[in-house]
């Protein structure tokens, strides 16, 4: 029978660490569920692996003019997940974005798609008159997309804005549509790595000095030259502005250094407390090397 593993935690916990391990005496399919390790063009930032063969599905596939939402990631994970296990392969899903685990495992509203007619007409709007602009024309007409979104979400504002004014689904008719995944959690055994706080930000902060190290500057630099708009997905990713504060002259080197490990760290609070109010683990780890293979028994 098929095994199905997700392994989950905040940002350096070492997923990347035990998947690879328990890929290899498995015979294991990985599958990525972090939203930055979906873009080619940041490896280093986004830490991806460095040993990527045709055992690694959905990474670094996207460019940085390419938003993609949970539900694309969703769909294709299922898609990907199902071929797999026709194959007879096991199958190994590692990251930190919750909402890729959480659509997964329990589902998503089935939502109109806009148009490429339609993202660009939002995509316009946002680069014409700002993101505030259109969270403002939403609460105005339905004040309910409230409980939606928050103005500083450009992802659910862009999408809250095509609900609203392209499909004309207002928050009560959304809030009405069932959940639909093809998977349920007990399909999944599901491992949540979350270490001492005091050693993960020091892990952080070292990674942070090591990124650096290994050419961090010069990746957001070269990835600068092609001017995307700032507003895409891939922004999150954390080095990209801080660098570009460096570059730009508006911050020192160190100053960036100092910004990113901060952010970093706020950025794996905010993971873990996602974590353990909306994932139900089956094993909680403090360190990946105490994982016993036994649990897969």
């Given amino acids: 029978m098929t095994q199905k593993i997700?392994?989950?935690?905040p940002t350096c916990s070492g997923k990347t660490g035990l998947a690879d391990v328990l890929a290899s005496r498995l015979d294991a399919i990985i599958i990525n569920s972090d939203s930055m390790q979906l873009y080619s063009e940041i490896p280093i930032i986004s830490?991806?692996?460095s040993n990527y063969s045709g055992n690694h599905k959905l990474f670094a596939f996207l460019n940085g003019d390419q938003n993609y939402s949970s539900a694309q990631w969703q769909e294709q994970a299922e898609g990907v997940i199902g071929a797999l296990e026709k194959a007879g392969r096991n199958i190994i899903i590692v990251g930190g974005t919750g909402l890729y685990l959480?659509?997964?495992l329990s589902g998503f509203k089935q939502l109109p798609s806009n148009s490429a007619a339609q993202r660009e007409q939002i995509d316009t709007l946002i680069k014409e008159r700002g993101i505030k602009y259109l969270y403002d024309a939403i609460i105005s007409k339905d004040p309910d997309y409230a409980n939606f979104t928050t103005a500083h979400d450009i992802q659910r504002v862009r999408r809250a804005y095509g609900l609203l004014f392209l499909h004309n689904i207002r928050h009560r008719e959304y809030q009405a549509l069932p959940n639909i995944s093809k998977y349920k959690a007990e399909d999944f055994l599901k491992i949540y790595i979350r270490p001492e706080r005091k050693k993960?930000?020091?892990d952080i902060n070292n990674r942070v000095n090591e990124m650096?190290?290994?050419?961090?500057?010069?990746?957001?630099e070269a990835f600068l030259q092609h001017k995307y708009l700032d507003s895409g997905n891939v922004y999150k990713a954390i080095g990209i502005r801080e660098i570009a504060g460096v570059l730009e002259g508006r911050m020192s080197a160190v100053e960036a250094t100092e910004l990113m490990k901060k952010n970093t760290r706020n950025y794996a609070k905010r993971q873990i407390t996602f974590f353990n109010h909306q994932i139900k683990s089956d094993v909680i780890l403090s360190n990946y090397n105490d994982f016993l293979i036994s649990h897969l028994n």
């Fill in 6 to 9: 997700i392994i989950y935690g």
């Fill in 47 to 49: 830490a991806q692996p």
């Fill in 102 to 104: 959480k659509a997964l």
């Fill in 200 to 202: 993960l930000y020091l």
């Fill in 212 to 220: 650096l190290k290994i050419g961090a500057r010069e990746e957001v």
